[in-house]
């Protein structure tokens, strides 16, 4: 028997729209502590740092944040940074948006950037290039 889908089922890969909602008040309130520069790390300081995305659980408790330093340098140890200062920033987070509990903070790289110039090398390749000539051409 197919399952009924709760409110709290989207379907979409993002989530629903409160996690959405959720998620780009998170973004915004890390994003904003990186421009402020009150997020006292030399790792962090050292870096031009984006949030690119925050992921919330459905339940709102866990937040996935997605960071990316300028040109992916030195990317691991910009997230330990992020782990070691994890406590100030959940505390930070709470102060900015209002919500019943403050979600907890987990880390990402954000690789989508890598993964679409990865696809990009490939339908330049000469190989997938030959190929699409075929399929244009009508050759089997």
Known sequence: MPRKKS?????SPGGSQRQLRVGEL???AIAELLVRGEVHDPVIE???ITVPEVRMSPDLRLATVYIMPLAGR???E???AFERNKKFLRGEVAHSINLKFA?????????RFEEAERIDRLLRSPEVKRDLQKDESGDE
Not at 7 to 11: A, I, L
Request: glycine share 8%; aromatic share 4%; charged share 40%.
């Open 7 to 11: 409110h709290r089922d989207s379907g």
């Open 74 to 76: 030195d990317a691991d």
């Open 46 to 48: 050292g870096h031009l």
């Open 78 to 80: 910009v997230v330990e």
């Open 26 to 28: 998170v973004r915004h």
């Open 103 to 111: 979600p907890d903070l987990r880390f990402r790289i954000d690789d």
